[in-house]
Nanobody
Framework: QVQLVESGGGLVQAGGSLRLSCAAS????????MAWFRQAPGKEREFVAA????????TYVDSVKGRFTISRDNAKNTLYLQMNSLKPEDTAVYYC?????????????????WGKGTLVTVSS
């Protein structure tokens, strides 16, 4: 059993930055590849970024490449998403996710545990 709790969401103007955090409890974070997903109102949940169990490799959806950075601190059992140059189209509820393998961490149906989400609103 793993519990994931996101924090750091809020209201920011276009061009601004936010850093999301995901605190994990239960099993050690090193057992899981981690990911961030997001869901805007009326839209499907979308993959954003993923990171391997030890943090050596990352991948991103094309729309956030060069602007977002996923990272993890396994000693603190915490996952991060640094979001820079935010755009109104980034507005969504952002979800932290844990998966058994990096190869399936980009798919919602590959996720074993979800956080409850944190809302990011980007104004223009």
């Amino acid at each position: 059993q793993v519990q994931l709790v996101e924090s750091g969401g809020g209201l920011v103007q276009a061009g601004g930055s936010l850093r999301l955090s995901c605190a994990a409890s239960g099993r050690t974070l090193t057992n899981y590849a981690m990911a961030w997903f997001r869901q805007a109102p009326g839209k499907e949940r979308e993959f954003v970024a993923a990171i391997t169990k030890l943090g050596g490799t990352t991948t991103y959806v094309d729309s956030v490449k060069g602007r977002f950075t996923i990272s993890r601190d396994n000693a603190k059992n915490t996952l991060y998403l640094q979001m820079n140059s935010l755009k109104p189209e980034d507005t969504a509820v952002y979800y932290c996710a844990a998966a058994a393998a990096y190869g399936i961490a980009t798919r919602a149906d590959g996720v074993d545990y979800w956080g409850k989400g944190t809302l990011v609103t980007v104004s223009s």
